[in-house]
């Protein structure tokens, strides 16, 4: 069975798409990547991101658009975009953005792995 590629996303790419990617990355149904919308990101998403990618999961709506607006006239098919809705307020790996990112992910991933 093929992994659901996922990318995380937020601003910096420091402590909430990391976050993203270290519980899933060593999830047998999906490859995960994260990344940032911000120019001072420690990785910024790049148009090979947005192509390797099935569902592109951001932490705030502006993120989203963002992505849609960088890279529009670059003729990139836009992967799924969802706004999981958790604001910058917790640091990497912590306990409640654990579960935040969980709740989330796990509700998507029903609709795409059944």
Known sequence: ME???????????QWRSP????I????QRLAVRSAGVSEKARRCV?????EW?????????????KLVQRFR???????EIVNLEIPDLYTYMDPELV????GGVETELEGWLG
């Open 3 to 13: 992994r659901l590629h996922v990318l995380f996303v937020c601003g910096k790419n």
């Open 24 to 27: 899933y990355q060593n999830d």
């Open 99 to 102: 579960d935040l990112i969980e």
């Open 46 to 50: 790049r148009r090979a991101d947005l």
């Open 73 to 79: 006239g670059e003729l990139v098919e836009m992967p």
């Open 53 to 65: 990618a099935d569902l592109v999961f951001v932490m705030e709506g502006d993120q989203g658009a």
């Open 19 to 22: 976050t993203g990617e270290t």
